[in-house]
């Protein structure tokens, strides 16, 4: 009892919590440091975003949180298993859209005749209702990654972990999805880390940016987004900001330049 | 929290947008017409027949070729056809060796399945067999033929073993193939929503190597059906029961070439009808439901 009284408690303090995390992968020529002493937290209820140029190990780093690689050092906490979206949109094309949710629910020990039901308040929450049915080819790059992202809900956890999930659509897709992932995030309470190499994306959804530095990656600079949501990707305090963040970002790029 | 109110005056506009932007892109597919089914995919085949017919006609009738002994008449090899079936033995002969391809094909598939998993995901099984078993599908399943009747003698369960040495290999490397085929990314996909161990086989790793699992079925198949022809072929055995192999062999020994040509006609026929009636709807179920079969 009085471990999950002090689990409990402890549990409202962080969705993650990463302290001096590390890590180094072996290559040809020794092993090299991709993440450089870390640490960083994800409140409960916090929208965060990593952003950081290509080799900053923004992915890296998503994937120790996910559980799915070790850290080289630190140690990383979270509250359960963070579900986790990808770039690609991962969904199993032999299942139908309704039937990979319920995969998750059945994963997650759901029992049967609950998941129907559960799956198909999931579509209608990212707005795909009557989409059920559907195989992953008959629906549209927006549409796939909003299954994605229902499905990644189905885990009911309390940490969604999300690598570039937008990176591969249209603008003016990406531009709606942002508008449904804040909307979904504000109505269900989640914890969002969210990966992205786009400034203004990270401005437009985050309430806390985070800029990673490159090879190795380490915390360069965080800014609280002070912007009422809903906000949109062209408004001015949104270029505004994005501008003064990705001065400091090109400072950090040009530093590999010099040498 | 500087987040809060989101949805209510945003809301229905982003939801119209997205569902306009849903019904563009979503691609409508619609069924074929049967009248273009016909002309693009029943006509050719039905016209390539006959001008092959016409063409054997015409070699008999123009006396290019002289000697019913050597090529009998289209007609004459129609009328084997007829006396088989009016003397009720056709369906016999076609059953004997259906019934005995398809229990074999079975059995081969009850021994191949857990061989490919087991050659796929045990990293030592893989060196030790794995080259062996891709090496044994190029070697002709006629050559267990003489070894298998000298282990087990003329009967059934000679044949059922050439069956399997030729469709064993076949279905295990296409199960093998099918899971080294599997995207990274759908088991990592998979092992963050907690398919890992045993779940992950069955709920990933498994459906996932569907396509190359049915493929190599499919090749087993063509596999059994040749083995089981050279069997009866070279085990020719009154007691056994007649099947297409014995019929051509029987049909050389009484040198009557129409029974000949209705023999082979048969084996060919056959082999194509199951692979047509099962295997390749089954292949095609597998890979339209996963949009990887354009409709041309």
Redesign the interface.
Known sequence: MATTLAKAARSVEYAARLEHVSKSFATPGGSQLVLDDISLDVAPGEFVTLLGASGCGKSTLLNLVAGLDEPTAGTIRTDGRPALMFQEHALFPWLTAGKNIELALKLRGVPRPERRGKAEELLELVRLQGAYGKRVHELSGGMRQRVALARALAQESQLLLMDEPFAALDAITRDVLHDELTRIWSETGLSVLFVTHNVREAVRLAQRVVLLSSRPGRVAREWEVGIPQPRRIEDAPVAELSLEITEVLRGEIRRHGQH | ???????S???PA??S???G??A????Q?SRIPFRRTLIDKILPPLAAIAVVLLVWQGLITLKIVDDPTKLPTPGAVWGAFRDDWLQGKLLGYIWTSVSRGLLGFCLALVLGTPLGLLVARVKFVRAAIGPILSGLQSLPSVAWVPPAVIWLGLDNSMMYTVILLGAVPSIANGLVSGVDQVPP??L??G?????TGF?GTW??TL??A?PGYVAGMKQGWAFSWRSLMAAEIIANFPDLGTGLGQLLENARTASDMAMVFEAILLILFVGIAIDLLIFSPLERWVLR????LVKG
């Open positions: 929290m500087a987040s809060t109110d989101t949805t005056t945003d809301a982003a939801g947008v997205e569902a932007l849903d563009l892109e979503t691609t597919s990314l759908f990592r996909a092992r963050t929503l907690g398919a779940r709920h990933i459906p996932a569907l439901s996963r949009g990887l």
